[in-house]
């Protein structure tokens, strides 16, 4: 299938089959896939959680507010952080990062505020998830961001250290039941006129 056929297609799945689960291969195909993202100066600034323990993946969805049904009824949960330690983020820059990029991030990043360079990192894991429902949606895996969660909660369940949470993304397989499937309800969207201009 083509990608415009794709991106009419796929859609943030509200009610997911409980009983269809990914696949371990689709699952490393997808960790490959994210370490692959793009993001300026390749800082990659991220660290990606895969979550399939049931166990676990309930402690999250009871974190999730009004998304806990679609988390429950997932097959994986996968939840994005950002590094917000910097002192550690800076000894990655100096280690992996070319040159120029290394000089990018002294003269343009490291300059502005902690809170600015932050967010200007955050911005780097954003990319990502467009990336990701992009991926996922051309492996037929059916997928839900999601920003309605509780970050502070899901780092403590998750241990996680020297990184912020920023969202979660619950894949799996649509329950035909879901009534907001494109095919159902089609796509709702700004019209083009209003978002995009041509300069001939
Ligand atoms: C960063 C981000 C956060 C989102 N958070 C949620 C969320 O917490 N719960 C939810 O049901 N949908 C969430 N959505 C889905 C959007 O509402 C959805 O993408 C938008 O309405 C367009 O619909 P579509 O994805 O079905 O085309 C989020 C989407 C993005 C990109």
């Known amino acids: 299938m083509d990608f415009k056929s794709i991106a009419e297609k796929r859609y943030t799945t509200k009610k997911f089959d409980a009983t269809k689960k990914i696949t371990d291969a689709q ?20 660290l990606f959680t895969f979550v399939s323990n049931e166990q676990v993946k309930n402690d999250l969805a009871h974190a999730s507010y009004s998304n806990a049904s679609k988390i429950k009824d997932a097959s994986h949960l996968v939840v994005f952080s950002v590094m917000d330690n910097l002192e550690v983020f800076e000894k990655r820059v100096e280690e992996n990062l070319l ?44 997928s839900t961001p999601m920003e309605g969660i509780d970050p502070k909660k899901y780092k403590e369940i998750l241990h996680i250290k020297d990184h912020k949470v920023l969202f979660s993304v619950a894949l799996g397989h649509r329950h035909l039941d879901d009534d907001t499937q494109p095919n159902k309800i089609g796509k709702s969207r700004l019209t083009a006129d209003t978002v995009i201009q041509s300069i001939d």
């Open 27 to 46: 699952i490393e195909d997808l960790k490959h896939i994210l370490k692959l993202s793009p993001s300026s100066i390749n800082s990659q600034p991220w």
């Open 99 to 142: 040159e120029n990029s290394i000089k990018f991030y002294k003269q343009f990043v490291k300059t502005q505020t902690e809170e600015k360079t932050i967010n200007w990192l955050s911005q780097q894991v954003y990319i990502t998830l467009g990336f990701f429902l992009a991926a996922c949606a051309t492996m037929d895996i059916d």
